[in-house]
């Protein structure tokens, strides 16, 4: 007997969108300024929206990556000057991280230098059909966060 076979739609979906994260990062990587990575720049971004200090666990949480992934980006981060991190002084075995003034600089500078591979990808590609992506893509990362 023959089986169907399966239903590989979503299988295919998950696989293009896999691939255009790579091709978009390894594109953005490029353009970042010398020595700063996504991962940096994702933090950046994070902690230049927040009006509060967060702790490193945190943030990990927020970006679904390990203490110890989050504590190698902060070090990295806070040894460029990015970024302060002091002892909560309610309890000193924590941390609190917040962006410094050279951080929200650097956000800034990075944001500039990758908005071009951004502008052009998006051009190409037409208003329409980015918003309605957009719409889709937000509506499945809420899916997928639940």
Known sequence: MKKNPPNLSPL?????IATIDQLIRAQISK?????????????LNHLSS?????????????????KGAMT?????????G?????PDSN??????VTISKSGLAAQQTAIISITPVITKAINKLGKVKADSILRIIRELRHILSN
């Open 12 to 16: 295919i979906l998950f696989s293009e």
């Open 31 to 43: 353009s970042l300024p010398h020595g700063m990575a996504i991962s940096h720049l994702s933090v």
């Open 50 to 66: 927040m009006t509060n200090e967060k702790t490193p666990v945190q943030l990990a949480n927020s970006f679904h990556v390990t």
């Open 72 to 80: 190698n980006t902060l070090s990295r981060l806070e040894k460029s």
């Open 82 to 86: 990015y970024i302060h991190i002091r």
């Open 91 to 96: 309890d000193a075995r924590r941390k609190l």
